[in-house]
T-cell receptor
Framework: AQKITQTQPGMFVQEKEAVTLDCTYD???????LFWYKQPSSGEMIFLIY??????QNATEGRYSLNFQKARKSANLVISASQLGDSAMYFC??????????FGAGTRLTVKP | EAQVTQNPRYLITVTGKKLTVTCSQN?????MSWYRQDPGLGLRQIYY???????DKGDVPEGYKVSRKEKRNFPLILESPSPNQTSLYFC??????????????FGQGTRLTVV
């Protein structure tokens, strides 16, 4: 069975600093995808970044990067130069097998001015 | 504009009164799914569909029904809602593929309260 674990219910970071949000996963599939989504207080789900299991390089999208460590089954999200607008819930998700996407419990990030 | 549209956005209903939350996507995606979001639990999958007339249970299907008669629509039906179904519901769609960026596009969410 697939499982996603986010062990940090809440995180604080000072504006302009970098922050790492943890995510570990468990699957027996060889081909899978890892995703991060942001949910601001308005409620919508915003796609941030994707990493495929066969991708050799870590994914990057602007200030977001995914620290993919396949042997450790971790897919941590790194946000560089935090901004006040980064305050939100962040969800790690994995798609494997029959396209079934599973989500972690989420991490609430608060950026302090 | 590519989008997933859910209706209604907010709904308060009484126990036992049947309701339907509609979901429609305009991206010709094969895969659609429903999630409920509860504090501390993240998003849990209720049902998913890999194509027309193909639906399957997710992690928390009890008390819900779905149908996929057309590719673009995937309604969520609560035949007899109960207070433990009070939650924030999301519909999502994506391409059906493996080994590719099958980014899920989400609707705006439906906040359901059952009293």
């Amino acid at each position: 069975a697939q499982k996603i674990t986010q062990t940090q219910p809440g995180m604080f970071v000072q504006e302009k600093e970098a922050v790492t949000l943890d995510c570990t996963y468990d699957t027996s599939d060889q081909s899978y995808g890892l995703f991060w989504y942001k949910q601001p207080s308005s409620g919508e789900m915003i796609f941030l970044i994707y990493q495929g299991s066969y991708d050799e390089q870590n994914a990057t999208e602007g200030r977001y990067s995914l620290n993919f460590q396949k042997a450790r089954k971790s897919a941590n999200l790194v946000i560089s130069a935090s901004q006040l607008g980064d305050s939100a819930m962040y969800f790690c998700a994995m798609e494997a097998g029959n396209n079934d996407m599973r989500f972690g419990a989420g991490t609430r990030l608060t950026v302090k001015p | 504009e590519a989008q997933v549209t859910q209706n209604p956005r907010y709904l308060i209903t009484v126990t036992g009164k049947k309701l339907t939350v509609t979901c429609s996507q305009n991206m010709n995606h094969e895969y659609m799914s429903w999630y409920r979001q509860d504090p501390g639990l993240g998003l849990r999958q209720i049902y998913y569909s890999m194509n027309v007339e193909v639906t399957d249970k997710g992690d928390v299907p009890e008390g819900y029904k779905v149908s996929r008669k057309e590719k673009r629509n995937f309604p969520l039906i609560l035949e007899s809602p109960s207070p433990n179904q009070t939650s924030l519901y999301f519909c999502a769609s994506s391409l059906w593929a493996t080994g590719q960026n099958t980014e899920a596009f989400f609707g705006q969410g439906t906040r359901l309260t059952v009293v």
